[in-house]
């Protein structure tokens, strides 16, 4: 076995759960000799599309075996209302990564359905027969997936995608990542038009055979960037953005991440990649990587407030983005969303109302950090002893919209992060426009010129997220240490709804609206929100 030259028993595991590796010297209760095999599938599916379920099985071509047999049972209130025999005949499994999504036909089912993945392993002449994986420890619960009946709110220059995820190009000890081509195919049953795939700098640059050992000719890199291009070709209606989420040192001197979209030059970030140990210190600074980034490229901070652990701080040198290292020239915004809405959010959230404040045009995100994991993520729990399974920082559970006028690409969404045309939203929509008194119409991310504004916007939810409950209109100024609320309105007790304000003599720079859902009567008996980035006023007419 490979010795213990890394600490990446000390990472957060998002991905998939790699189960073979082990120390030297030391046991793994979750090791087994047969592939990791996983069964995935979105949390929600859009009206009118099948249910995509994907079949992973990981490390074959080291641990062979036939599969044998696979049976889906779709249940409904405790009911098997379908079951499905989903091979015909067993298939040979011998390589790194296999991946196949199966189309199940869900008629004219609506609402929350249970998914029961059973598949049969012949291994070493024996069989075992398991339910959505085949690890140690694991619940092996069936999947939980929405099938709504009402399609995701959107305007019709509105595209919603998950800007901060992982593929199987991140792969090392304990975690891997999905198929770039599968992520888009149960992404669009889940109604997202795009997502950025952002993997780490200190993963692309490996060896194809080995996540130990580093390649300078960077094979993974070449191979990620010729599939991203081959996808764009050949799929309508849908853009897969490349990124890389590089490692650098902040002011201070600790190791934070970066996503740069669009970026088609590698750069390179090891610092806090615990592939020789006790190696933390990172090739670059935010400064030298905001210079490195790609023509068209745009850059924002990671998870930008998000706690570090206590021996991430101490042996991989991680830290967080500082209010000084957010004003760096040439820095688009920062994720302040990344999942689920903790003390990470709340933190990221105060951080980016003190940039707009200070005149920073700080654009913010939503994203979840998702590697694979549309339905449920396991984790090594205790490393190499357990499995840990959650149910946050799903695929496209937290979203970004971006406002395009004209076709979807990868260009176009980029062009929009930049121009911080954007919300950020786990359900419900707004769109929002700001009209000068000579006519002159600016949407968010713009600067409209005028003393007084009339300000218009459009909110959408569904049944599936909650009735509009509370709207906030929010305006700052430059200058001064708190923003205001200028109107707020609640219990709307509606799916939409349409307001104007005036806005006269205004002595606010900026304007931007938040909207909370009822957790009453929708699909999770939680609330949902969405938040606008600004639009920017300069009333020096």
């Known amino acids: 076995m490979i010795a213990p030259t890394n600490s990446y028993w000390l990472?957060?595991?998002?991905?998939?759960?790699e189960t073979h590796y082990r120390f030297r010297y030391f046991l793994s209760f979750l090791k087994k000799d047969e592939p990791e095999v996983i069964a995935d599938l979105p949390h929600r599916v859009e009206p009118g599309h099948s249910l995509p379920v994907l079949i992973l099985a990981k490390d074959a071509h080291t641990y062979p075996c036939v599969l044998r047999q696979i049976t889906l049972e779709l249940r409904q209130h405790n009911n098997v209302v379908q079951r499905f025999d989903l091979l015909k005949q067993p298939i040979v499994l011998n390589q790194k990564l296999f991946s196949h999504i199966f189309q199940i036909d869900r008629s004219e089912l609506t609402g929350w359905l249970d998914v029961d993945v059973s598949f049969t392993l012949e291994a070493h002449g024996e069989t075992s027969t398991y339910?959505?994986?085949?690890?140690?420890?694991?619940?092996?619960?069936?999947?939980?997936?929405?099938?709504?009946?009402?399609?995701?709110?959107?305007?019709?220059?509105?595209?919603?995608?998950?800007?901060?995820?992982?593929?199987s190009y991140t792969e090392d000890q304990v975690e891997f990542g999905s198929p770039i081509n599968a992520s888009r195919d149960l992404s669009r049953a889940m109604g997202l038009s795009f997502f950025c795939v952002t993997d780490h700098s200190y993963d692309l640059d490996d060896k194809l055979d080995s996540f130990l050992d580093n390649d300078p000719s960077l094979p993974k890199w070449v191979s990620f960037q010729n599939e991203v291009d081959s996808l764009n070709s050949n799929t309508e209606d849908f853009a897969i953005v490349r990124g890389e989420e590089v490692t650098c040192e902040n002011d201070a001197g600790k190791n934070v991440h970066f996503l740069v979209f669009g970026q088609k030059e590698f750069i390179r970030g090891s610092g806090d990649g615990a592939e020789q140990w006790l190696r933390k210190k990172s090739e670059h600074t935010i400064v030298e990587v905001l210079r490195a980034k790609s023509t068209g490229a745009t850059a924002f901070a990671a998870h930008a407030q998000e706690p570090v652990p206590f021996l991430q701080r101490l042996l991989l040198g991680r830290g967080v983005w500082s209010f000084?290292?957010?004003?760096?020239?040439?820095?688009?915004?920062?994720?302040?969303?990344?999942?689920?809405?903790?003390?990470?959010?709340?933190?990221?959230?105060?951080?980016?109302?003190?940039?707009?404040?200070?005149?920073?045009?700080?654009?913010?995100?939503?994203g979840n950090d998702a590697h694979g994991n549309f339905n449920r993520y396991r984790?090594?729990?205790i490393p190499f002893l357990s499995i840990r399974e959650q149910h946050h920082q799903l695929f496209g559970k937290w979203r970004t919209g971006i406002f395009i006028e004209g076709a979807l690409s990868e260009k176009s969404v980029l062009l929009a992060l930049a121009q911080g045309r954007t919300i950020m939203?786990?359900?419900?929509?707004?769109?929002?426009?700001?009209?000068s008194s000579d006519g002159q119409i600016i949407g968010i991310g713009?600067?409209?010129?005028?003393?007084?504004?009339?300000?218009?916007?459009?909110?959408?939810?569904?049944e599936e997220f909650g009735e509009i409950d509370a709207v906030r209109v929010i305006v700052g100024k430059v200058g001064t240490t708190t923003e205001q609320t200028a109107f707020r309105f609640e219990g709307n007790q509606s799916f939409s709804l349409q307001k104007d304000f005036l806005l006269d003599r205004i002595s606010a720079t900026?304007?931007?609206?938040e909207?909370?859902?009822?957790?009453?009567?929708?699909?999770?008996?939680?609330?949902?929100?969405?938040?606008?980035?600004?639009?920017w006023i300069d009333a020096n007419v």
């Open 446 to 462: 713009g600067t409209i010129r005028a003393d007084s504004i009339r300000l218009s916007i459009d909110i959408l939810s569904s």
């Open 131 to 167: 339910h959505n994986d085949n690890h140690k420890t694991s619940s092996r619960r069936p999947l939980s997936v929405f099938l709504s009946p009402h399609p995701l709110p959107r305007f019709p220059c509105l595209h919603v995608g998950d800007p901060h995820t992982h593929s």
């Open 379 to 381: 984790q090594i729990g």
């Open 11 to 17: 990472l957060p595991f998002f991905l998939y759960a």
């Open 425 to 435: 939203t786990d359900g419900p929509v707004v769109q929002m426009s700001a009209m």
């Open 324 to 366: 000084r290292d957010l004003q760096n020239e040439g820095l688009a915004g920062l994720q302040i969303v990344n999942g689920k809405l903790d003390v990470g959010f709340e933190q990221s959230y105060h951080m980016w109302a003190r940039l707009l404040l200070s005149g920073i045009r700080a654009c913010a995100i939503a």
């Open 510 to 513: 900026y304007v931007r609206v």
């Open 515 to 535: 909207v909370t859902t009822s957790d009453s009567g929708n699909c999770d008996g939680e609330q949902h929100f969405c938040f606008t980035n600004p639009i």
